[in-house]
Structures are given as structure tokens and as C-alpha cells.
């Protein structure tokens, strides 16, 4: 029964583990899947660092872990090479063996020294089919392929059961014979379509099967030799392609593969018919490589995409050599022109291949930057071409994939390619726009296009970019703006006022105005619409002004009444602020009468108790000292001290002595007449009444 498919989800981090999910239905790379950690579904795209995989087989659990495949290998390399053969069941060369086991995370050199003796007793497992040329043979698996075949095979590696501690996946074993075994093939819906039971092994050595169309060509890999069992004297690849090329030294093929723009240029120096005769003379999986540097052939030839091949190339041959081309671009200072030469039909040819995978994308954007740098007018078509391809892959990369791509190199290479609605420029956009719209804000996306173009896209795959308000503001606004400035006539102002909503709305009303009356001067039927337009428009600018005249009466009058209603409020208060006032007027009149009358009243009692005293002291004929005594008394009691006494001798003090004749000066003797007083309520000082005083 064929195996069930999973997914591997491969960790960003070396401390994570890999991720496992069983595939319940597929569409092309994009896949539901049940997560085996949780139990989730969700509906993933197979790229990137997503795989996959048939379960429990060598690739499932190089995915996950590719060292027990290491110790597999080293045990016994056959059943590791024979288990390979029996999962894929499709014809491979010993180069493709060869790859696909180092793909696995063998080391090549192993491979190689194993390959070596392995390739010479294949031939005699009666499970394996051999065919092609004696010295490029093909190897397949036309053995029984069941589970249980799987399990009774002593030799492959990995058929018994893994312990549960193993990073593996789990083995699976069923009892039932392989010839009752009826093949199962998983639907793209998740339901299961059974076949017919596999023919015996002697009908199927007499077929010819077609490669498997996941099949994909051999990868360019370091280290590419002449199959085993060919002659040892015969030259190896890399000596074949220093003779073509003219190079006195051969140097080792790893250095050719890496520089295959160089290589190619070096190649368009030959004529096609010595690069068929090099063809020629190699055997499949050396002319598979050559036919690899060939894909930068600077020319046209029935070599490469011509009628030798049924198709182009795999995408999976297509994508290490461009991203060998973009490392040897990457490395010049300088490209020389036949270098990008090279590198333009590279990008030529990788845009014919259907199955390009989206690992090849950041390898075609850095090609692109190179040669449109260069900005040569043959390159055009062939960058717009690739750029059409790119706008195909950008849906399918995951968002870390995606967030490694130089879009601003990108956006310059693309900045002198024409828009059209079915060119590659407009594809682009569209399709960046669905995953980074903020990045389309650069000039550079926007560089040389016109209106004419830009509303032919908008119109197609450019719709939800230009209408998009950020885009619409920077710069669909401007360019019918600037393009209505220079109208003049009536056509092309039809093609302005019929373009997109987005295109016209909020134009300045200044400007459509002074554009109808340009194209009026030379048209008739313009300037009639303009005479008819605009006497309508003095018409409603009057209608405008009696309704604007209308509403600010109307506003006046509502202020009028407003400021009436505040005015009445305001007098009123204003009358009750005066009574008021009045009314605390007359209270402190009052208070000050009756304050001013106890005054006058407390200084009558003062001076009633003085002439009482002074009469009573009179009366009972009281000696001077004490009659100045009890007076003096009486003054105190009322805050009132003595400056000096009569008789008494002073030094002059102008601040408190009045002379009655002379004018003393300071500090000379004098003899007070009349005593005066200080007032001294509460802390004050007052001098009511200087002493009189006289010279000695």
C-alpha cells in the first residue's frame, strides 16, 4: 500500500525540533494538514521550510533527523541505494543517485567511494531494472513496493521497528503478501482511488515507464565524474569543457560550475556546431551538467531548449545555477558585457521554466538588479519576462522567505520597464501590493509611468493597487493633475473626465475650469459648453450669494436677539448691583455716623472727667503739685504722656519743642513753658500738642 503523505515543518532554530504533520488533501503545493503535536489542521503552503515527504521514507526522516540515515549508510550502503530506487520507482542515472543520497545528509565523499562498487552489482539484484546506455545506465525499482516487502527486506536499512526514543519516524508493518496487495493512491480531495494490483516483475522489465513528472533534473553538484565502468583514460568533464573553451589548463569542475556566466560567454565564442559535437561525445549525466553552464548560452541553440529536449529544463536544474550566477555577479566590481550578456539570456531561459521553484526567487531578483543596472535597451524584454515569472513565484514564498528579498534593488531594476496591462511590470505590482502594499510607496516602483498606462492597469491587475488612498494621493493625483495641465484637446479631455473615480476625485475645481477653457479656444463645441456652463455658473453664482445674503440676515438676526436677551440680563443685574450698592451706602453712612458720635462723645466724657477733677481740686484748694498730678493722671488713663514739665530745663528737640521766641538750635538749653503731649493707643505714637519752650 502506497505510503501516506506528510509534511515537515524544519525549525528556524537549532534548539527547536522539526515539525510533523499527516496531509489529508493537496492542491499543488498548497496542503491541509493535521499537525501530529496537537491535533490542529490548518492549510499550509508546501515551500520554503515546509517539505514533503511519503512517510517513513528515507526523505521523511532526513527531514527530521538525518542521522540514523548516516549509520544506515555506513552499515550497509546497498540497502540504503536499493531503498532509495524502491521509494522513488522511477528511472534514475547514477548521478541522480548519487545527489539524491548526499541530499539525504550523506557526505559525498562516502557516496562516491560506495557509488563506486555499488554500481557494478546492482545490475544483479533481480529487483532492479537496468537500461540505457552501457555507460550512462538507468537504474529502477520494479520490485513489490508494500509495507510488508519494505519489512521483510534484511537489507534496507531502517525496515525494523524504531524505538520510541528515536528521532525517526515509526515503522508500519502489515502480514498480508505483496502479490494481494491492491495500490492506493492518495486523491487530491484526502479520499483514497485504488488501482489495480502492480504487474509481476517480468512484465514490468518489458516496459518503459515515463519518469514521474515530480522527477526532477539533476542538481549542478562539485565533483561530477564519468559513471563507473567508463575507460579511465577517457578526458573528465571538466577537461572536456577547458577544450571547448579554449583553456590550456583545465581547472576543476566545481570552478566552472560556480562561474556559469562566464563559462556561457566563453561558450558563445564556439560555433553550435562544435558545442553539439561536445554534447555529443558525453555521456547522459556528464551532458545533463554541461547542458546546466549551457543555460547562459548567449545565443540561440537547439541545444539548449531546442527540439533535444521534449521541454526546457526542471526548475530543480534551472534554480542552483542562477543562484550560482547571481554569487558570480555578486563577486565582479564590474561585469564585463558579455558577463551580463550571459546573465540576460540566463534570465531568458529560466523564465520559459513552468516548474521554477519559489526558492529561486531571491537568486532571480539579485540577477535582475544586475543587468537592468546596466540599463541596455536589448535587456528590456528580457527583464519584463522575468519579472512576470518573479510576480508568479512571490505568492507561494513563506513570510520569512519573503522578508529576505531586496525589493528596493527590485523596484530600480523594474524602474525603466514598460507598464502594460499584461506586461510583467504590472504583475509585479500587483503582486507585491498583495503582501507588502507599504513598500509601493517608493518612487522608484512608480518611475516613468503614464497616466495612459497606469489607467489601461488599473483597469486589470493593477485595480486594488491604485486604488489603494495612500497610492491614489502620491501618485495617481498628481500624475492627472500635471496631465490636465497640459491638455488642449477635446479628446484627451474625454479621456481624463473617463478614467477610474479614484483617478479624478477631489481634482482642484480651479483646474478642470482653466483645462476646459484651453481646449475651448481651438474647439468649437468646447467653447459653447464652456459659454453654456458658465452663464449657468453665473446663474448659480448668484443663486449662491442671495441664499449665502439669505443665511447671514438670518444668522445677524438670531445674534441680534441674542444680544438683546444678554443685554436685558445685564441690566437687570446691573439695577440689583446699584441697589445694592445703595443699601451698603447708607449701612456704612450709618455705622460712621455712630462711630464718628461715640468718638465725639467719648472725648466729651474725656474732658468733662478732666474739668470735674480740676474743679473738685479747686474747691478743695489742692496744692499745684498734686492738682498736676491728678491731671496728669487723668491723661494717662487716656494714652496721653507729658512732653516735658513746666520749669523744667531740656536740651532742644525741634520734634517735640515749639519756641515761643528765638530760634534755638539743636541741643541747646531751653525751659519748657507749657508741657505738651503724645498719643499712644495700641503701639502708635502721636504727638498731639510740641511744649512750648524759651531760651535760658
Not at 577544450?243 to 560555433?271: K, M, T, W
Not at 543562484?323 to 566590481?333: F, K, Q
Request: glycine share 8%; hydrophobic share 40%; proline share 6%.
Amino acid at each position: 500500500m502506497e505510503r501516506a503523505e506528510v509534511v515537515v515543518r524544519q525549525p528556524n532554530r537549532n534548539s527547536e525540533s522539526a515539525r510533523v504533520g499527516a496531509v489529508l488533501s493537496a492542491e499543488g503545493t498548497r496542503c491541509l494538514v493535521r499537525w501530529e503535536d496537537n491535533g490542529e489542521e490548518e492549510l499550509i503552503v508546501a515551500a520554503g521550510s515546509i517539505k514533503r515527504a511519503q512517510r517513513d521514507s528515507l526523505r521523511h526522516q532526513a527531514l527530521i533527523d538525518p542521522a540514523p540515515i548516516v549509520g544506515w549508510f555506513a552499515d550497509d550502503p546497498m540497502a540504503t541505494i536499493v531503498r532509495l530506487l524502491r521509494e522513488h520507482r522511477s528511472k534514475m542515472t547514477g548521478l541522480r543517485i548519487r545527489q539524491e543520497l548526499e541530499q539525504l545528509g550523506l557526505d559525498p565523499a562516502a557516496v562516491r567511494k560506495a557509488w563506486a562498487s555499488a554500481s557494478k552489482t546492482l545490475g544483479n539484484n533481480p529487483q532492479v531494472e537496468v537500461t540505457g546506455k552501457k555507460g550512462a545506465p538507468l537504474f529502477r525499482w520494479i520490485g513489490a513496493r508494500d509495507s510488508s516487502a519494505e519489512a521483510a527486506a534484511p537489507s534496507a536499512p531502517g525496515a525494523e521497528t524504531l524505538p520510541e526514543s528515536s528521532p525517526g519516524p515509526n515503522r508500519r508493518h502489515t502480514t498480508a503478501s505483496a502479490a494481494a496487495q491492491t495500490t492506493e493512491t492518495v486523491r487530491a480531495d484526502g479520499g483514497v482511488q485504488p488501482e489495480p494490483t502492480a504487474p509481476a516483475p517480468e512484465q514490468r522489465v518489458s516496459q518503459e515507464s515515463a519518469p514521474a513528472a515530480t522527477e526532477r533534473a539533476p542538481h549542478v553538484a562539485a565533483g561530477t565524474k564519468a559513471e563507473p565502468g567508463a575507460s579511465s583514460t577517457q578526458p573528465t568533464l571538466a577537461e572536456r569543457i577547458a577544450a571547448v573553451v579554449g583553456e590550456e589548463h583545465p581547472a576543476e569542475l566545481r570552478d566552472y560550475l560556480s562561474r556559469p556566466l562566464a563559462i556561457g560567454a566563453r561558450f558563445g565564442q564556439v560555433d553550435g556546431q562544435r558545442i553539439d559535437d561536445f554534447l555529443g561525445s558525453l555521456a547522459e549525466h556528464d551532458r545533463e551538467v554541461a547542458l546546466s553552464l549551457l543555460l547562459a548560452l548567449p545565443r540561440q541553440s537547439a541545444a539548449v531548449g531546442g527540439g533535444r529536449q521534449r521541454k526546457l529544463v526542471d526548475g530543480g536544474v534551472v534554480e542552483p545555477v542562477l543562484a550560482a550566477a547571481a554569487a558570480e555577479l555578486r563577486g565582479y566590481a564590474a561585469a564585463e558585457p558579455a558577463v551580463l550578456t550571459a546573465a540576460a539570456w540566463l534570465l531568458r531561459r529560466a523564465s520559459g521554466v513552468e516548474d521554477l521553484p519559489g526558492s529561486a526567487a531571491a537568486s532571480l531578483i539579485s540577477l535582475m538588479v544586475k543587468v537592468a543596472s546596466a540599463r541596455r535597451e536589448q535587456d528590456v524584454t528580457v527583464l519584463d519576462a522575468a519579472v512576470g515569472t518573479l510576480s508568479r513565484l512571490l505568492p507561494a514564498l513563506s513570510r520569512d522567505e519573503r522578508t529576505g528579498l531586496d525589493l528596493t534593488g527590485l523596484a530600480q531594476a523594474v524602474a525603466h520597464l514598460p507598464l502594460s496591462r499584461d506586461g510583467g511590470r504590472a504583475a509585479l505590482l500587483a503582486a507585491i501590493g498583495k503582501f507588502r502594499s507599504k513598500a509601493l510607496l517608493a518612487p522608484d516602483w512608480w518611475e516613468s509611468v503614464t497616466l495612459d498606462a497606469l489607467a489601461e492597469c488599473a483597469t486589470g491587475p493593477l485595480g486594488g493597487v491604485t486604488s489603494r488612498p495612500e497610492i491614489v494621493e502620491q501618485y495617481v493625483r498628481p500624475l492627472v493633475a500635471r496631465e490636465l495641465s497640459r491638455v488642449t484637446s477635446r479628446t484627451r479631455l474625454g479621456f481624463l473626465l473617463g478614467l477610474p473615480g479614484e483617478f479624478v476625485s477631489n481634482l482642484p475645481a480651479d483646474a478642470l475650469a482653466a483645462a476646459f477653457r484651453r481646449v475651448a479656444g481651438d474647439d468649437e463645441v468646447v467653447a459653447a459648453l464652456v459659454g453654456a456652463l458658465a452663464q449657468e455658473r453665473r446663474i448659480d453664482a448668484l443663486r449662491q450669494d442671495v441664499e449665502r445674503a439669505r443665511t447671514e440676515a438670518a444668522a445677524a438676526g438670531e445674534r441680534v436677539e441674542e444680544a438683546e436677551r444678554r443685554a436685558a440680563v445685564l441690566a437687570d443685574r446691573c439695577d440689583r448691583l446699584e441697589e445694592s450698592l445703595r443699601a451698603e451706602h447708607r449701612q456704612a453712612s450709618s455705622l460712621r455716623s455712630a462711630q464718628d458720635r461715640q468718638i465725639q462723645i467719648d472725648v466729651i466724657r474725656s474732658l468733662a472727667d478732666l474739668a470735674a477733677e480740676v474743679e473738685e481740686l479747686a474747691a478743695e484748694q489742692t496744692t499745684p503739685d498734686v492738682l498736676v498730678e491728678r491731671v496728669r493722671a487723668l491723661a494717662y488713663a487716656q494714652a496721653l504722656e507729658p512732653v516735658g514739665q513746666a520749669g523744667q530745663k531740656l536740651p532742644f528737640d525741634p520734634t517735640a519743642h515749639e519756641p515761643i521766641v528765638g530760634a534755638p538750635s539743636n541741643h541747646d538749653a531751653v525751659t519748657v513753658i507749657r508741657p505738651g503731649y503724645r498719643w499712644r493707643p495700641s503701639g502708635e505714637d502721636i504727638l498731639i500738642e510740641k511744649a512750648l519752650v524759651t531760651t535760658t
